[in-house]
């Protein structure tokens, strides 16, 4: 509330967000997650961050349900900076909305998952992640965790041996105070080749990838795509969701690839906020 709300059942198709968003690494810097969420709503989301980079508040764009239109991200300085672009003022008539997406159906599809060998937990904040290593150039990997399985089918163009990347997944109760459930399935680059630093927070990577694709019998409609290149960057353009619930890469990664995310949210299993009163 009231966002998921407003676009659902009022049918709102353009959001403005004046916000003061203090960026966390790996999944929820203001850029990532903004353009992920417009992307996951098929709706416009105009997000104005306040820029204040002692805050880690950094980050602005135009986002669409095809991707970003305009984006800024500068954590160096405190200039400000203006964005324009055109988007369609009824995203959902366009010829090129996004077709709806079952974000399930294609890891559900597959009859057996190989065997779960080398997880490991590894923390990101607070929230404890079953990761596995992506131990070759190629490959063919699940990992899971409570309901959800996650899937990556992966090859790698160049792969630094200081570079270490594993295959994550989360399905349980996020936050202190107040309790978000979430599932994720994500294809992180961990901070250097400590096993133990996967998950925290790192902003360069070297690795570029020919191809990935990611996949999460998901128990929710509620997915939203990131891809964050090195430099915390969008790739606009660069990669397509398909109908069965596949991330996928388009031609390979044009810059090196810090993560590629699958976020998804499962409103319904959240916790009661404990600050609210019932009338």
């Known amino acids: ?41 098929g709706v416009n989301l105009l997000s104005a961050n306040t820029h204040n980079i002692n805050s880690s508040m950094t980050g602005d764009g135009l986002f669409t349900p095809e991707g970003p239109a305009a984006y800024h991200y500068d954590s160096k300085t405190e200039e400000g900076h203006l964005l324009l672009a055109e988007l369609s003022s009824r995203p959902r008539l366009s010829p090129t909305y996004p077709s ?11 009859k057996t998952f190989p065997g779960e060998k080398d997880t490991f937990s590894g923390a990101v904040r607070r929230d404890i992640f079953t990761f596995r290593q992506l131990r070759h150039k190629a490959g063919n990997y699940t990992v899971c965790q409570g309901d959800l399985c996650c899937r990556l089918v992966y090859q790698m163009s160049t792969k630094s041996k200081d570079e270490v990347y594993v ?6 109760l996020h936050g202190s105070l107040i309790k978000y459930h979430w599932q ?12 133990n630093t996967c998950g925290q927070p790192v902003e360069t990577a070297l690795t570029k990838f020919e191809m990935f694709s990611l996949s999460g019998t998901f128990g929710t409609n509620y997915v939203f795509p990131e891809v964050l290149y090195s ?4 790739a606009p353009g660069e990669f397509e969701v398909l109908h069965d619930g596949r991330l996928k890469s388009k ?14 949210r499962l409103y319904e299993k959240d916790l009661p906020h404990p600050l609210r009163t019932s009338s």
């Open 1 to 41: 509330e009231p966002a998921v709300v407003l676009v659902n059942e009022l049918q709102v198709d353009t959001v403005l967000f004046p916000t003061a968003w203090m960026n966390v690494l790996p999944f929820l810097t203001a850029i990532e997650f903004h353009s992920a969420w417009a992307m996951g709503m």
């Open 100 to 110: 709806t997406v079952n974000w399930s159906l294609y890891a559900t599809s597959i």
């Open 167 to 172: 295959l994550g997944a989360f399905d349980g």
């Open 184 to 195: 994720i399935c994500t294809l992180l680059k961990c901070q250097s080749t400590d096993l």
């Open 231 to 234: 430099g915390v960057q969008l």
């Open 251 to 264: 031609h390979g990664t044009s810059k090196p690839l810090l993560t590629a995310t699958l976020f998804g």
